[in-house]
């Protein structure tokens, strides 16, 4: 670049005002100091946050915990089928709210652009991030229970799956929006259909920031209580039946936290680390899986 | 993006096989009351190996429990509060109770030792609706004499979640003092006059713990398992009792079981001497015609099992069982369950 | 880490372009639009749920319901008062924490910290995004409240509490729960959430534009101030919208910590309630077509209203700074 020139420009200026440098100097230090400030405070409130799971929930931290089913208090249950209800769940609510997601944020940023269709999707979108979980709950209830006359795991995962949704609309149709139209056009002269621009092209170079998004979707449907009391319902023995009710973990914490036997209680905690601890290491390897190909 | 994508159909896939899942013999749900959520899983557990019948029971919380029995997206609902006989014969529901429990105030005084403070119901109802500001007012002086009762705030505490325990509470308050009855009322949950609210029998517990002069109200086997302050209460006969499980078996065997409709008997405050006055009973809402009758048969089963054999992993629990007579009544109401169980009937 | 520019060159199916392309052009647009579709059916769907359910309670209540501050399910009188009050200041002070912070750390970790500094910091930031509500919940009560009880409330009622006027936020019975407990732990809950989605626009910019800047002798902050935010405004009022769209509906967190009770109140520290929380809070012991249930289902439809009407000021708001 020119850097002689630009160089020279800002000599002059510095020059003429000294004053005035020393204002901006003061301005940037202390703009650096608050958000330098601004970081610590939030690594202070995750530090106390995973604290307090592990001081109060590795005590109920055993090999029992994995392999055994809840069960009364004081006959030493385990977590075991409560955990993998919850992986079914949050999986089958990803694997059906994601791509949803992905194309409805797609259609916002690629193919809605000016269109009142898309101004209305992308309004309705933000309004169901609001929407109260235990009311999407209900509406579940409503078409996928209450005509069934049973409760169900796959209610319990599609419950989640619409609380996933719109996080990723969200995030998706933000990143496409920075992928430079100058990428669009070169691939588009180049000959490729609309559809490879968006998705190989466009897609790709915004993976990263739309990985955020359905990794925020996976942390928040995790740890929902509300939309899976009135769906999956929960169940205390062995079901991985998606036509029957199914346990999880935060419906397991909800009902054990309030309880009045000590090893429920611990068990709650115990649970409360666990779901923290799975998200935070799919965050951690999917970062790294994602960071490490080819983006930095 | 389309790793992560292939990473969890894979994932998926591998669960598959596991989808069709290990049948049971009978396999029957229930869901509602909260407070009955400890003992049906633990008779659950407990029949499953004699019976083969496999009780997935879930506290949703007693109004959700008679919702959904209602829409029969369960085998049974529990309620703690019962459910009023027009509606019970309108939705096809047989009523019957299971076990029977306590409610206990529990305090946060210094210096005052569990049983150690004496209260009426009326002194009750004065702390919760703010008639009664500190604790060394002369009501409550005048029932414990010789007790240095600190000048300290009264800081009523509530459920904040709809739940049978708040019904119950406040169905004693409104039983004996009229104007609790005619100015607040009773119900899972209440425009409370004062104090505040927390989530939970637990959430009251911590909030009273943790405030100086707190007052609160909890299940009786939380309270006991927690060691929590709790009071001595004034019986109709006019003496202090405090709660165990002694003292809510008097109230269960003075309650008018005869006179009461669909077995929703009156518990609160009963005559017999030594009687905690606040006791109740939780219920079961069985569908008279069930959709698959061998279900509706099993949930009787199972309870004819619970009566039975499951008296003393209920006294570890700390809930009462029913008197042997009523137990007997309610073995004859089953009859009127379609498909009942020959043995039953 | 996105100052890359995006492979070109890698994507061996370009050069492949075929009249099959046409076919898949319009099946691909053809799912797209099915899939906003979706989104629109859903939103529908469970308005739908919450406007039938709930008109029964509006009816009865008419347009009092929305200033009544009165919720006793003993006489059956139900208004909205009280929880609407208190999701709109929690959200409130929510967001007036959480939008400074976020931006703090968005920009400490894009502009300032060094790459083996911003990494891990900007991988933790992105973790506590991901822990879950309820943990959220359970971290303030245990944590936080008794915090708040002994010593931030009682000091904040002897220093400012005595003040005219303002003195009023201030004071009240130090329970630990309340208001003021609430819209921290929101802002909490959703600094990550803002701070991740402005950290990824800040990453996206097109590292040109800015090394121009600092080529002129800007300093960081007016190179912040002036070219990255200008250029981003769009994405990160979307990530701000992200942030109060999970304000508005968040449940757990709220639920433990806001004291939970239906009375409004002048001071930060008087106990609330939220609609979603008073919803999670009463729900299971509503009974099927009670008018108890349908006051908690208008609740859900007024919460619906005031997200419509949060997101169309600040879409009103993006106009105007555009032109």
Known sequence: MSATVTQAASTRRVATDAGRARRRRLANLSATLLCAVATAIVLAALISILATLVSRGIGGLHLSTFTRMTSPPGSGGGLLNPIVGSIIQTLLAVLFGAPVGLLAGVFLAEFGTGSWVADVVRFVSDMLLSAPSILVGLFVYLILVGPVGHFSGFAGAMSLAILVIPIVVRTTEDMLRLVP???????????????KVVMLICV??????????????????????????FTSLGNLSWSVDLRAPMASLPVTIYQYAGSAYDDWVQLAWTAALLITAGVLIINIIARIGLGGRDST | MRAALFALSAGIAGLLPLVPGTAHAVDITGAG??????????????????????????????????????????????????????????????QFPTVIGGVVPIINLPGIAPNQLHLTGTVLAGLFDGDIATWNDRQIAALNPGVALPDIAVAPVHRADGSGTTFVFTSYLS?????????????TSISWPSGAGARGNDGVAAVVRNTRGGLGYVEYAFADKNHLTTVELKDAAGAFVAPDLESFSKAAAAADWGSAHEFAVDMLDTAGAGAWPIVSTTFVLLPINPKDPARGAAV?????????????IAKQLQYVVLPPAVQASVRQAWSHVSGAPAAVR | MSRERPPLSGSPTLETAQPSGKLGDWLFAGIA??????????????????????????????????????????????????????????????????????????????????????????????????????????WGFFVIVPVMAQDVQPALIDSIGHAPIIGRLFSGAPFGTGLLTGGLILAVMITPFIAAVMRDVFNSMPAVLKESAYGLGSTR????????????????????????????????????????????????????????????LEFPESPAGSLKLSALLALGLILMVISFITLACSRLLLRELRV
């Open chain 1, 181 to 195: 139209t100058s990428m669009r056009e070169a691939a588009s002269a180049l000959g490729a259909p609309r559809w």
């Open chain 1, 204 to 229: 790709r170079a915004a993976r990263r920031g739309i990985a955020t998004g359905i990794l925020l979707a996976v942390a928040r449907v995790s740890g929902e209580t509300a939309p899976l009391l």
């Open chain 2, 33 to 94: 009351s909260t407070f009955a959520a400890p003992i049906y899983g633990a008779w659950g557990a407990a029949a499953k190996s004699t019976l083969g019948i496999a009780l997935n029971y879930q506290a949703l919380g007693s109004g959700a429990g008679q919702n959904q029995v209602m829409a029969r997206t369960v085998d049974f609902g529990a309620s703690d509060a019962p459910v009023a006989s027009a509606k019970l014969a309108s939705n096809a529901l047989l």
């Open chain 2, 175 to 187: 039983k004996v003092s009229p104007g609790w009855k005619s100015n607040v009322g009773a119900a």
């Open chain 2, 300 to 312: 009787i089963k199972f309870f004819d099992w619970a009566f039975t054999n499951g008296g003393d």
């Open chain 3, 33 to 138: 639009w099915g899939c906003g579709i979706i989104v629109l059916l859903l939103i529908l769907g469970i308005i739908a749920v919450m406007a039938l359910g709930g008109s029964h309670a509006l009816q009865v209540f008419g347009p009092g319901f929305l200033v009544h501050a009165v919720w006793n399910p003993v006489v059956n009188h139900y208004g909205a008062a009280a929880p609407v009050f208190g999701t709109l200041v929690t959200s409130f002070i929510g967001l007036l924490v959480a939008v400074p912070l976020a931006f703090g750390v968005a920009f400490f970790l894009t502009e300032m910290a060094p790459d083996w500094l911003s990494n891990p910091i900007g991988t933790a930031v992105e973790l506590l995004a991901a822990v879950p509500s309820i943990i959220f919940g359970m």
């Open chain 3, 221 to 280: 902050w007016e190179v912040m101030r002036k070219v990255v935010l200008p250029w981003s405004r769009v994405a990160v009022s979307g990530g701000i919208m992200l942030g109060l769209g999970r304000a508005l509906g968040e449940t757990m967190a709220i639920t433990f910590v806001i004291g939970n009770s239906n009375r409004i109140g002048a001071s930060l520290f008087s106990p609330g309630n939220t609609i979603a929380s008073l919803i999670a």
